[in-house]
Each structure stands twice: as structure tokens, then as C-alpha cells.
């Protein structure tokens, strides 16, 4: 793995996802220039501050690393506060300080693997799909509140199934844990790898599942953080006492710099 | 440019130039190696130390506010042992001064900390955090009161009389300068000024604090101002070296308490804002004095005109 490096990046553009019933679109692709470091593993984020958030924003924002390629790097971001409204404001040539590879990757493994997203929960999985060699090893269960095409799904199309149910009536969430734990039993049944990212009570449906049917699984986590680096010691979580370092079982471990990507049975989602 | 500095003294520490790492904002120093060359720094002072491991606060324990930060970490950290153990070998302290932060809640156990890290060579100094309460005596913070900011002092003096000894002051006082006279009185080498802000954020949809502790330390930039005047009043107040802190930014930001009278400086917060900031502020330095037309930093020191 690369050593992390921060680099000021040019914003190549901005392209929105789903504009389609006239409304502002809150989905977008930042497509940055390539920075210096070019090893990097899926599951794996950057922190991305762009110049334009001054002084009154102090920290950058934590993005999964979407997908890079000889030309660029693509931050895959929807708006939810006040910085990722700013970073819908950018344009090309803007500069946007960009420091990563951050943090540990998902396994990769030559067995069948169930990626389940949950909503920007795909953005690692992009990458997680293109990165690897053995796609026909892939399915993806999708669930997704907003309109399919406000994600970046096309990309991967081509390489693996993706089987998407979107969260629109009462109901529809009991059919997606329904078919989530369904599929987790046939991965396990094979011996194969459950890799989850999405909300954290998705999460915690994932991991229940994960410990009741013994299927190994690992799950990816989000939280905000100041630094990306692991020197603030605000995105801690919890870990139990399966984590592999005895020093720190049962003890809060920056999402981070141990993170983001967990085992399932080493951290408490409670 | 020579950006040299000594904290003079009967202990003094020197400084390849006026840069130092902020308590809490560099970890141990190793999470910034990939950024930058520690070695170029003027100092570190590592993540506060207390006798056993702390678990610290529970979460959220960061949140962002306009120009800074709240935290209320509850200083998570391994332990001294730990540190001396396992961290301080991997840091490069023959070639960079590593300051190491203590935080305790009884006079007691400050000194017994002071005693394990004046045992340590590549230990250069102790800054001693006096913004925690005494417990046993009602939780009142040893920094908001002369005396038990001075027992505190003369516990640490005591306890490792070779080490150049900081003590980092509470801004959450009436009176800034009486504590920083009963500490240099003590007998501490230097001051470091200023601690977070005490603070709070709330989220009006949730109706909650932002914060699982409620009250947390306001850093960043929206507290440079409070930064220097509490500076300028402790370098008025005494003779010992002042190092300041509070929202430095900038080249010019870290300028204009030397101005007020700092020795050196220390940067926090601006570490998140992107992590090769120290390293980069070394850098500008120099540049910052030249477009003052200064060619060293002494021609600044304490130059204030009012």
C-alpha cells in the first residue's frame, strides 16, 4: 500500500446525477485531477477540503475513494450540510486539498462475494468492482431510497448483476432484509465474503446477521472526523473483544486509522 | 533566515524554529510522518498523558462550528507507560524536541508523572495540563485558581527538576495573569496560552447538544483574537517565555503573537484544516517576515505598538 500524501487537486468538473423531474439534483461526481499516489485498495477514503471553504469550515469532509483511473480521481458525493453544499458549488479549475489513500481496504478474495450497499454505501463498491479480477465472483444487492439513476450503478453494470430495490412504500425495507439475509446464507453456505457500507442501522441488520449465520463479513463505517489521520480521536468506535490488537479490545478505535473497513464480529455497532 | 528560538531559563529548551505541534492536534507525532519531515518542526508536544489509559468521552465527541471546533475528547489515551513503552522510540526526539503533555486530577499523580518522564532522555520538556478538575477537591479546575495552579506546578518542579517545565493555561478565567504569576512563581520554565474555550453547540432538529459531553473546548481560528489578548496580558504579567496558541492559520496569523510578545508558537487546529500545515508553516515563515522587511524574528518580539 502507498504511503497517504495531501495534494492541492484542479476540479476537472462536476457532473450531476439524476436531474429528471426539474428539481436541483444533491448527487454528484467530482471528477479531480490524478493525484501523486497511485496504489490504493478499494474501501479505502480521502479527506477532500476544497480552497473555497475558508476559514469557516475547518475540516475536510471523508469520501470513499469512488474510483481512479490514469486521468482522475472521482469523489462521488451527495449534499447533506453545509460542506458538501459548498463542494456543490465547484467548478473546473477549482483547487480542492485532497490528502489519501486513507485507512484499510476490503479483502479481496477469489470466492464468491456479496457486496451490499445501502444508498451512498456504493460509492466503495465502484471501485471495489472495477479493481477486481475475478468479477464473475461479484453480486451486489442494492437498496436505495431515491431514484436508481442518482447512483453511480452504470459504471458497473457491465462487470457484475446488480440487483437494486428501491425503499419507496411500507414494506418494501422487510423484502430488502428479507433477500439480504437470504443471500448472506448462500455466500456463507460456499464459504464466501460479505462485504457491507451503508447506514449504520443497515449495518447493524448486516452484522446480526453476520454473527447469527457465521458468514464472514466485513463492514465499512462512516463517521465524521476532523482529521482523517487519526490524531483527533472523534471517530471513534468501539471495539470488542475479538479486535486483533489485545491493546486495544474493547476500546474506542479511530474509524480512521483501524477502520473504516471492520470485521464484523470486532466492533460494536451499539 | 535563522528562525532559532530559545525558551530561556535556568532549563532552556531550543528550538530549531518557532514551530510547535498543539496537545491533541498531532497524536504522537507518527500519524504526520507521511506529510511532512517531523524533524523540521521547531517542537511536538504529544497527545495529554495520564497515569493509567483513558477511554475518554463517548461519542459524538467532535463538532465543527463556524471558524473552529468543539471537542470533548475526555482525553482518550494509552497511558505514560504505554507511550514511553511503545511510541516514544518510534518518534525522532535526538533530533526534535518531544514536549509530553500531562493531564491528572490530584496534585499527586501530576508529580508522579512528572517523576516517570524525567526519567526519559528523549523526553525534552513536560507541559502540564492545568484545565482539569481537582477531584478531590470538588472538581474545581487547578487552572482557575492561583493556588491549585501552583501546587500543581511545584508537585511537577519537584518531581523532575531537569525537565523544562510548561504550563499550559485555562483562558476560562477572570484574571489570566494572576495564574500565570503564581505559576511562573511556582517555578515553571514557561507558559503555554491558551487552552480551548469552554463551549457548546446544539442541533436544532434533534434538539441535543452536538456533543455527548454537552461542553466541550472551542478551538480554530474563531478564538484567535481571545488568544491574543489572554498572551499579551501574560506577557505583560511576567518574565518567563510565552509560548501562544489559539486558531493560528496562517504565517502572518503566528506573526502577530509574536508581536504581542510570544516566544514561539504552538499550531492546533489549523493540523486538521490539512495535515502538512506545520510543516508548511515552517516554510512561510521566513516569507511572512520578508514582506515585513524583518530579518528576524527578535525584530518582531514583543515590538507591539500601543
Same mark, same amino acid.
Given at each position: 500500500?502507498? *504511503?497517504?500524501?495531501?495534494?492541492?487537486?484542479?476540479?476537472?468538473?462536476?457532473?450531476?446525477?439524476?436531474?429528471?423531474?426539474?428539481?436541483? #439534483?444533491?448527487?454528484?461526481?467530482?471528477?479531480?485531477?490524478?493525484?501523486?499516489? #497511485?496504489?490504493?485498495?478499494?474501501? *479505502?477514503?480521502?479527506?477532500?477540503?476544497?480552497?473555497?471553504?475558508?476559514?469557516?469550515?475547518?475540516?475536510?469532509?471523508?469520501?470513499?475513494?469512488?474510483?481512479?483511473?490514469?486521468?482522475?480521481?472521482?469523489?462521488?458525493? =451527495?449534499?447533506?450540510?453545509?460542506?458538501?453544499?459548498?463542494?456543490?458549488?465547484?467548478?473546473?479549475?477549482?483547487?480542492?486539498?485532497?490528502?489519501?489513500?486513507?485507512?484499510?481496504?476490503?479483502?479481496?478474495?477469489?470466492?464468491?462475494?456479496?457486496?451490499?450497499?445501502?444508498?451512498?454505501?456504493?460509492?466503495?463498491?465502484?471501485?471495489?468492482?472495477?479493481?477486481?479480477?475475478?468479477?464473475?465472483?461479484?453480486?451486489?444487492?442494492?437498496?436505495?431510497?431515491?431514484?436508481?439513476?442518482?447512483?453511480?450503478?452504470?459504471?458497473?453494470?457491465?462487470?457484475?448483476?446488480?440487483?437494486?430495490?428501491?425503499?419507496?412504500?411500507?414494506?418494501?425495507?422487510?423484502?430488502?432484509?428479507?433477500?439480504?439475509?437470504?443471500?448472506?446464507?448462500?455466500?456463507?453456505?460456499?464459504?464466501?465474503?460479505?462485504?457491507?457500507?451503508?447506514?449504520?442501522? /443497515?449495518?447493524?441488520?448486516? =452484522? =446480526?446477521?453476520?454473527?447469527?449465520?457465521?458468514?464472514? #463479513?466485513?463492514?465499512?463505517?462512516?463517521?465524521?472526523?476532523?482529521?482523517?489521520?487519526?490524531?483527533?480521536?472523534?471517530?471513534?468506535?468501539?471495539? #470488542?473483544?475479538?479486535?486483533?490488537?489485545?491493546?486495544?479490545?474493547?476500546?474506542?478505535?479511530?474509524?480512521?486509522?483501524?477502520?473504516?473497513? /471492520?470485521?464484523?464480529?470486532?466492533?460494536?455497532?451499539? | 533566515?535563522?528562525?532559532?528560538?530559545?525558551?530561556?531559563?535556568?532549563?532552556?529548551?531550543?528550538?530549531?524554529?518557532?514551530?510547535?505541534?498543539?496537545?491533541? &492536534?498531532?497524536?504522537y507525532g507518527v500519524e504526520f510522518a507521511p506529510y511532512g519531515d517531523l524533524t523540521s518542526l521547531g517542537a511536538i508536544v504529544v497527545k495529554g498523558l495520564s497515569l493509567k489509559p483513558r477511554s475518554g468521552n463517548p461519542t459524538p465527541r467532535i463538532a465543527e462550528t463556524t471558524s473552529g471546533m468543539l471537542n470533548a475528547?475526555?482525553?482518550?489515551?494509552? $497511558?505514560?507507560?504505554?507511550?514511553?513503552?511503545? &511510541?516514544?522510540? +518510534?518518534?525522532?526526539?535526538?533530533?526534535? %524536541?518531544?514536549?509530553?503533555?500531562?493531564?491528572?486530577?490530584?496534585?499527586?499523580?501530576?508529580?508522579?508523572?512528572?517523576?516517570?518522564?524525567?526519567?526519559?532522555?528523549?523526553?525534552?520538556?513536560?507541559?502540564?495540563?492545568?484545565?482539569?478538575?481537582?477531584?478531590?477537591? $470538588?472538581?474545581?479546575?487547578?487552572?482557575?485558581?492561583?493556588?491549585?495552579?501552583?501546587?500543581?506546578?511545584?508537585?511537577?518542579?519537584?518531581?523532575? %527538576?531537569?525537565?523544562?517545565?510548561?504550563?499550559?493555561?485555562? %483562558?476560562?478565567?477572570?484574571?489570566?495573569?494572576?495564574?500565570?504569576?503564581?505559576?511562573?512563581?511556582?517555578?515553571?520554565?514557561?507558559?503555554?496560552?491558551?487552552? &480551548?474555550?469552554?463551549?457548546?453547540?446544539?442541533?436544532? +432538529?434533534?434538539?441535543?447538544?452536538?456533543?455527548?459531553?454537552?461542553?466541550?473546548?472551542?478551538?480554530?481560528?474563531?478564538?484567535?483574537?481571545?488568544?491574543?489578548?489572554?498572551?499579551?496580558?501574560?506577557?505583560?504579567?511576567?518574565?518567563?517565555?510565552?509560548?501562544?496558541?489559539? $486558531?493560528?492559520?496562517?504565517?502572518?496569523?503566528?506573526?502577530?503573537?509574536?508581536?504581542? $510578545?510570544?516566544?514561539?508558537?504552538?499550531?492546533?487546529?489549523?493540523?486538521?484544516? +490539512?495535515?502538512?500545515?506545520?510543516?508548511?508553516?515552517?516554510?512561510?515563515?521566513?516569507?511572512?517576515?520578508?514582506?515585513?522587511?524583518?530579518?528576524?524574528?527578535?525584530?518582531?518580539?514583543?515590538?507591539?505598538?500601543?
Open positions: 500500500m502507498s *504511503q497517504p500524501a495531501s495534494s492541492l487537486l484542479t476540479v476537472l468538473d462536476l457532473v450531476p446525477f439524476g436531474q429528471s423531474n426539474g428539481l436541483d #439534483t444533491q448527487f454528484f461526481a467530482l471528477r479531480l485531477e490524478r493525484p501523486s499516489w #497511485t496504489a490504493w485498495k478499494p474501501g *479505502q477514503f480521502m479527506m477532500v477540503r476544497p480552497t473555497s471553504f475558508g476559514l469557516d469550515l475547518p475540516w475536510g469532509r471523508p469520501f470513499g475513494i469512488c474510483h481512479m483511473t490514469a486521468q482522475h480521481l472521482i469523489c462521488f458525493f =451527495q449534499v447533506v450540510g453545509r460542506g458538501t453544499q459548498r463542494m456543490a458549488a465547484l467548478k473546473s479549475g477549482d483547487k480542492v486539498q485532497v490528502w489519501g489513500p486513507l485507512g484499510n481496504g476490503f479483502a479481496m478474495e477469489d470466492k464468491p462475494t456479496l457486496l451490499l450497499a445501502g444508498g451512498m454505501g456504493i460509492v466503495p463498491f465502484i471501485g471495489y468492482v472495477h479493481e477486481h479480477h475475478q468479477p464473475w465472483n461479484l453480486t451486489m444487492l442494492f437498496g436505495h431510497r431515491q431514484p436508481l439513476n442518482c447512483y453511480p450503478v452504470d459504471s458497473i453494470n457491465e462487470r457484475i448483476t446488480v440487483d437494486s430495490l428501491r425503499e419507496s412504500a411500507v414494506g418494501d425495507l422487510d423484502n430488502l432484509i428479507f433477500s439480504l439475509r437470504e443471500r448472506m446464507a448462500d455466500v456463507g453456505e460456499q464459504n464466501g465474503l460479505v462485504l457491507a457500507c451503508g447506514p449504520l442501522p /443497515f449495518l447493524k441488520t448486516v =452484522q =446480526q446477521f453476520a454473527l447469527e449465520l457465521k458468514v464472514r #463479513t466485513q463492514l465499512s463505517l462512516e463517521n465524521k472526523m476532523a482529521c482523517g489521520v487519526g490524531a483527533c480521536l472523534g471517530c471513534v468506535c468501539q471495539s #470488542t473483544e475479538n479486535y486483533p490488537v489485545a491493546a486495544k479490545r474493547n476500546w474506542p478505535v479511530q474509524v480512521c486509522t483501524h477502520g473504516p473497513v /471492520f470485521w464484523a464480529d470486532q466492533i460494536s455497532l451499539d | 533566515m535563522d528562525l532559532s528560538v530559545t525558551l530561556a531559563g535556568e532549563r532552556p529548551l531550543h528550538l530549531k524554529n518557532p514551530v510547535i505541534t498543539a496537545s491533541g &492536534t498531532f497524536g475528547v475526555g482525553l482518550q489515551n494509552d $497511558g505514560v507507560e504505554n507511550f514511553v513503552r511503545h &511510541t516514544l522510540p +518510534r518518534l525522532p526526539w535526538q533530533e526534535l %524536541p518531544v514536549i509530553a503533555n500531562i493531564y491528572a486530577t490530584e496534585p499527586q499523580d501530576f508529580a508522579e508523572l512528572g517523576a516517570i518522564l524525567a526519567a526519559e532522555e528523549g523526553i525534552a520538556a513536560l507541559e502540564v495540563n492545568i484545565s482539569c478538575p481537582n477531584v478531590k477537591q $470538588g472538581g474545581i479546575l487547578f487552572g482557575q485558581d492561583p493556588r491549585l495552579a501552583a501546587a500543581v506546578t511545584k508537585a511537577v518542579r519537584k518531581a523532575a %527538576p531537569n525537565k523544562h517545565l510548561m504550563v499550559k493555561l485555562s %483562558p476560562n478565567v477572570t484574571d489570566i495573569a494572576a495564574i500565570a504569576r503564581a505559576v511562573a512563581d511556582a517555578g515553571a520554565d514557561s507558559l503555554a496560552c491558551i487552552n &480551548t474555550l469552554s463551549g457548546m453547540a446544539v442541533d436544532v +432538529r434533534s434538539r441535543r447538544p452536538r456533543l455527548a459531553n454537552v461542553i466541550g473546548g472551542l478551538s480554530g481560528p474563531a478564538i484567535k483574537p481571545v488568544a491574543l489578548r489572554c498572551v499579551w496580558q501574560v506577557c505583560n504579567a511576567v518574565s518567563i517565555p510565552v509560548v501562544g496558541l489559539g $486558531g493560528i492559520a496562517s504565517a502572518e496569523d503566528a506573526l502577530e503573537f509574536i508581536l504581542v $510578545g510570544a516566544s514561539a508558537v504552538q499550531v492546533g487546529t489549523a493540523n486538521f484544516f +490539512r495535515p502538512d500545515f506545520a510543516f508548511d508553516l515552517v516554510r512561510e515563515l521566513p516569507k511572512a517576515c520578508e514582506k515585513l522587511g524583518v530579518h528576524s524574528l527578535e525584530e518582531l518580539r514583543g515590538s507591539l505598538r500601543v
